[in-house]
């Protein structure tokens, strides 16, 4: 008759690597001889030694399968500021690394051209307003032609229209930032000139900070906008991770990774965080509630599937029974179970290691013992 070999389970929970997931399959677990012979059920009955193992209760408890990556952070917003036109710089009017409401205002550019020349435009505005109304009037009785009123009216337009230029301009002499944020280091001083082209400084929304990280094309399915995210510094020694979610991923998967660029939010991020940093992120790609679960080194391989060994009482003794299984999530040491064909009842014992190396069959008699500290899985 075929038997298991079980053997001492070393259990220790998965390490979160990056791109892997805690809910892969438990198929390759050892436990058990490749194409050994299972009995569904009770089988043959007494004979051989009473066999000491180690058995846990079937629990169930809602797991969490979870992803396990690493990402950029970065600014809600940031911007480099500039000047939109060329000038000498005639005040600066903040300090490196302050915060700034939006529309405050950075520097100031030297604007006494350009007031003289509004002041030229207004000049010039004011006599084509006069030859305008001039016009109308001769125009109604008829004293002027209609090539005189036209010109009168063009030239009332483009001066409206010089002004409303000047002051454009004028207003852009006034550097101001347009967002809140923290200011950066300035690379200018008052008295230097400055074009479009120049860099004054930069200015960083930190009021939440984007993660940016990719998600490999087998686990795209379960991450959408609104996934739950936690991330952690890779330098931090805090164990009190920062929460966030998705709010985009990449409909594109880049055919030489074959993954997808996913971002997200962290909303209110600790000090400690800062924008550039790499950091750990656990995606949370699915959550079962109430699932029956068993450690994975309960967990038997055969031909005819996976098993698990519970310790059913017959006649008096208790006994081996081999059960066939479905395998759902598994996280951390732990594995989701079903019945094939029949049915698993929680606080029901099951297998969990061998004391030595035993060979257990169906029907075969069982002292069951509590198992061992060093391989029990945390709840």
């Known amino acids: ?33 490749g194409g050994e012979r299972r009995g569904g059920g009770g089988g043959a009955r007494g004979g051989g030694q009473v066999q000491p193992v180690e058995v846990v ?20 917003e940031s911007a480099q500021i500039r000047a939109e036109i060329a000038g000498q710089v005639r005040a600066i009017y903040f300090n490196e690394g302050e915060r700034l409401e939006q529309g405050q205002m950075l520097l100031k550019i030297d604007d006494a051209e350009l007031r003289a020349q509004l002041d030229q435009a207004e000049a010039r505005f004011r006599l084509a307003e ?13 004293t002027n032609t209609l090539a005189d009123y036209d010109r009168a009216q063009s030239e009332f337009a483009s001066g409206k229209a010089e002004l409303a230029l000047l002051r454009v301009r004028l207003d852009k ?22 074009t479009a082209a120049t860099a004054i400084t930069t200015l960083n929304d930190l009021s939440r900070l984007k993660i940016d990280f990719q998600v490999p094309e087998r686990y795209l399915s379960k991450v959408q906008a609104g996934t739950k995210l936690k991330v952690l510094t890779r330098s931090e020694a805090s164990e009190s991770p920062a929460e966030g979610e998705v709010y ?3 409909s594109v998967i880049n055919r030489s990774t074959r993954s997808s660029e996913v971002k997200g939010w962290l909303n209110h991020p600790p000090p400690d965080l800062k924008a ?34 519970t310790v059913q009482v017959e006649n008096g003794e208790k006994v081996a029974a081999f059960v066939p299984v479905n395998l759902g999530l598994r996280t951390r040491g732990l594995v989701e179970i079903s019945a094939r064909g029949g049915e698993l009842n929680e606080q029901q014992l099951v297998v969990a290691a061998g004391v030595g190396s035993l060979a257990i069959y169906p029907g075969a008699r069982l002292e069951p013992r509590p198992q061992r500290a060093e391989f029990q899985v945390a709840n």
């Open 276 to 309: 550039g940093m790499f950091a750990n992120i656990e995606l949370v790609l699915e959550t079962r509630r109430g699932a029956l679960t068993v450690p994975e080194a309960s967990i038997l391989v055969s031909q005819e599937g996976p098993q698990i060994i």
């Open 248 to 250: 985009f991923v990449n």
């Open 173 to 194: 002499t006034e550097v101001k930032a347009p967002f809140a944020g923290m200011v950066g280091a300035r690379d200018i001083s008052p008295g230097d000139y400055i």
């Open 57 to 76: 209760a079937l629990q169930r408890r809602d797991l969490v399968e979870t992803l396990s990556l690493v990402g950029s952070l970065a600014p809600n």
């Open 130 to 142: 006069l030859n305008l109304q001039r016009a109308e009037n001769l125009r109604q009785t008829q």
């Open 1 to 33: 008759m075929g038997c298991a070999l079980l053997f001492p389970a070393c259990h220790k929970s998965d390490p979160a690597g990056a791109g892997r997931t805690s809910g892969d399959s438990a198929a390759s677990e050892p436990g058990s001889r």
